[in-house]
């Protein structure tokens, strides 16, 4: 077995190649004007400028950052310009374009007006092309309400965006996701309503995955034969088992999710705010010290239980 083998540029250790794109799912920042504090306690601007501090750490760098909603926990102008202000910096600086989605909390007049310097108050619906990946922004808000829904109108014209195949494939980003809710049976009250229309123009189509918020928890599942991911959000989370309480918010488990693409799947892998206390690990001079090995060396190095790797 001779030298390591490179795939893009990357080394190639196992079996599978790098991903082809590489993509940072956020969610729920809910930003509110004048840093106030959420419930008195959560400093979101803070989360979320913890989260891109640890993105900024994720090798390779993402192309995209992909926001699925609750941008503003009140819809207030201050609160959308100071979004713009902590993420594009950090977008520009990791070559990364952002993708905003509307959710529950947001409205559209500020959204638009805010985030993309636009008079249109309609629905909020984009597609982003990132290096021939397609990102459709659907907006599932309903004004006034909490639940969610897609009209008419607006999957005649996700079904004429699908219509043409994207070289790579889309992604959907929405805020309410379309699946069951076995573990917050509250949130089935301010579901996503119809979900067999969106699931009729979805089969069938080149949509390789549905990217979604709303439930301040991570889950996973599919829908119209793909797969769906609902990241956490980055300001407070829903406990799945809460001790007698029907609903509860909470400090912890704040994360988001890179989501990365082959030719044939998606690899979710959820990154936590917090950095926990590390017990063992391996510096950098390890990697740079794989360049002068071949791969039988290096997997014996990695997996022989006699190793002085693994002593």
Not at 127 to 134: I, K, T
Not at 241 to 259: I, Q, W, Y
Request: net charge negative; hydrophobic share 40%.
């Amino acid at each position: 077995m001779g030298p390591l083998a490179y795939a893009g540029g990357v080394k190639q250790l196992g079996q599978y190649p790098p991903a082809r794109h590489a993509i940072a799912h956020l969610s729920d920042p809910h930003l509110i004007a004048g840093n106030a504090l959420h419930y008195g306690v959560m400093d979101n601007d803070a989360s979320l400028l913890t989260a891109l501090e640890r993105l900024s750490h994720v090798r390779p760098l993402p192309r995209a950052l992909v926001f699925t909603g609750d941008l503003a926990d009140r819809a207030e102008p201050e609160a959308y310009a100071r979004l713009r202000e902590i993420v594009e910096p950090a977008a520009a600086a990791m070559g990364a374009e952002v993708v905003w989605t509307m959710g529950n909390h947001d409205e559209r007049a500020p959204f638009a007006r805010g985030l993309f310097d636009s008079e249109d108050t309609g629905f909020q619906d984009r597609v982003h092309e990132v290096d021939g990946l397609r990102i459709v922004a659907l907006d599932t808000s309903v004004p006034g309400y909490h639940h969610g829904e897609l009209r008419p109108v607006q999957l005649e014209w996700l079904a004429d965006v699908l219509s043409a195949p994207a070289p790579h494939g889309t992604l959907l980003a929405m805020h309410h996701p379309p699946l069951p809710l076995p573990m917050l049976r509250a949130a089935e009250l301010i579901e996503l309503r119809d979900q067999q229309a969106l699931a009729d123009v979805v089969e069938g189509s080149d949509v390789r995955g549905i990217l979604a918020g709303h439930l301040h928890y991570s889950t996973w599942s599919t829908f119209a034969g793909v797969p769906v991911n609902v990241t956490s959000a980055t300001c407070y989370t829903i406990d799945p088992a809460p001790v007698d309480r029907f609903l509860s918010s909470v400090d912890a488990g704040l994360a988001f999710t890179m989501v990365h693409t082959y030719d044939d799947r998606l690899v979710h892998t959820q990154v936590p705010l917090e950095r926990g206390t590390e017990l063992k690990g391996l510096g950098l001079d390890i990697e740079e010290a794989l360049e002068s090995i071949d791969l039988a060396e290096a997997i014996e190095l990695a997996s022989s239980k006699t190793s002085p790797f693994n002593d």
